[in-house]
């Protein structure tokens, strides 16, 4: 999870401020998070955030299974910016997704990776078409 979160932080970050994660478990990952990073040389944040500038949160359908001082500290509900997020992305594209994991297993990682992009660029058309669908309608 660290070196995911740093990584994808310094990619195109210059001006990059602050910055949001949300994790299933943030309320225990994040505690040893700036150790960890200050104990790893090859783990850095972008020097453009400081460290005041970093929000953890959890995603709302995992929040409820947490104790109620998680909800306080790592609602998204609360946090400035984060308007309407449920921080649940990867769990909505898993039933589309399943429907293809079978043919999956027998590819290459090559092959499975394009395969994945190309159901994940179909699942997000959808979803913008079907956005504009209802918006006209309305």
Not at 115 to 127: E, S
Request: glycine share 6%.
């Amino acid at each position: 999870m660290d070196y995911s979160i740093c990584k994808g932080s310094s990619f195109n970050s210059q001006e990059l401020q602050s910055l949001l994660i949300i994790y299933d478990v943030c309320c225990q990952w994040r505690k040893r998070f700036q150790d960890r990073l200050a104990a790893n040389k090859g783990l850095s944040l972008p020097d453009s955030i400081p460290t005041n500038g970093i929000e953890y949160a959890v995603g709302k359908f995992h929040l409820s299974a947490h104790v109620q001082q998680c909800y306080v500290t790592h609602t998204l509900n609360y946090i400035r910016g984060a308007g309407q997020l449920d921080g649940e992305l990867m769990e909505t594209i898993w039933g589309p997704l399943k429907g293809i994991v079978q043919s999956m297993r027998s590819m290459s990682f090559e092959h499975r990776r394009e395969a994945l992009d190309h159901q994940i660029r179909d699942h997000n058309w959808r979803k913008l078409v079907s956005c504009s669908t209802l918006h006209h309608i309305q």
